[in-house]
């Protein structure tokens, strides 16, 4: 019973959290329009926040690990709220399938890798705790957000994972 309620205290906190992001993604005259490239869920996991290229507005530059200046800002944004949650975090990278030319060194590998540490800077620089950080991890184009289109520019994204300290029930 005692856990079942430590449960659902978590779950009300992440509850609290989603509002919290949504509402200060509102509130900022320049991150509104970044509303459309927040996608929150819950997965077993915990609560997944992540931030997604659209078709007209990339997070990143192609083919780069520096994020917008908007990117920066709403990574910020959602470091200040995380960071009076208790959960640990991890953050994953994800490109489309659109390969790199035929030749080159660098891969969806690496800027998947590269663009979730640029993301873990980002937060711990705004204020979020380094030893908070469980994982850091580069998917590549491996777990795709649209599966029936590998290219989609949906599918290159940020994920921040703030992780259950009770299981799921």
């Given at each position: 019973?005692?856990?079942?309620?430590?449960?659902?205290?978590?779950?009300?906190?992440?509850?609290?959290?989603?509002?919290?992001?949504?509402?200060?993604?509102?509130?900022?005259?320049?991150?509104?329009?970044?509303?459309?490239?927040?996608?929150?869920?819950?997965?077993?996991e915990g609560l997944?926040?992540?931030?997604?290229?659209?078709?007209?507005?990339?997070?990143?530059?192609?083919?780069?690990?520096?994020?917008?200046?908007?990117?920066?800002?709403?990574?910020?944004?959602?470091?200040?709220?995380?960071?009076?949650?208790?959960?640990?975090?991890?953050?994953?990278?994800?490109?489309?399938?659109?390969?790199?030319?035929?030749?080159?060194?660098?891969?969806?590998?690496?800027?998947?890798?590269?663009?979730?540490?640029?993301?873990?800077?980002?937060?711990?620089?705004?204020?979020?705790?380094?030893?908070?950080?469980?994982?850091?991890?580069?998917?590549?184009?491996?777990?795709?957000?649209?599966?029936?289109?590998?290219?989609?520019?949906?599918?290159?994204?940020?994920?921040?994972?703030?992780?259950?300290?009770?299981?799921?029930?």
């Amino acid at each position: 019973q005692m856990q079942a309620e430590m449960g659902k205290r978590e779950e009300q906190s992440f509850q609290r959290a989603e509002a919290d992001i949504r509402q200060a993604i509102q509130d900022v005259p320049e991150l509104k329009p970044l509303a459309q490239n927040l996608l929150v869920d819950r997965t077993p996991e915990g609560l997944r926040i992540q931030l997604v290229d659209q078709e007209r507005y990339s997070m990143f530059a192609s083919g780069s690990s520096a994020p917008a200046d908007a990117t920066r800002r709403l990574l910020s944004t959602v470091a200040k709220i995380v960071q009076n949650l208790p959960n640990s975090i991890a953050i994953a990278g994800h490109t489309d399938a659109v390969p790199f030319p035929r030749g080159a060194q660098y891969t969806n590998w690496e800027l998947s890798s590269d663009r979730a540490n640029a993301a873990r800077r980002t937060m711990i620089e705004a204020g979020l705790s380094q030893a908070r950080i469980a994982r850091v991890v580069g998917r590549a184009d491996t777990e795709p957000l649209i599966a029936d289109n590998p290219n989609d520019p949906r599918n290159r994204r940020i994920s921040i994972i703030l992780l259950r300290d009770i299981p799921a029930s």
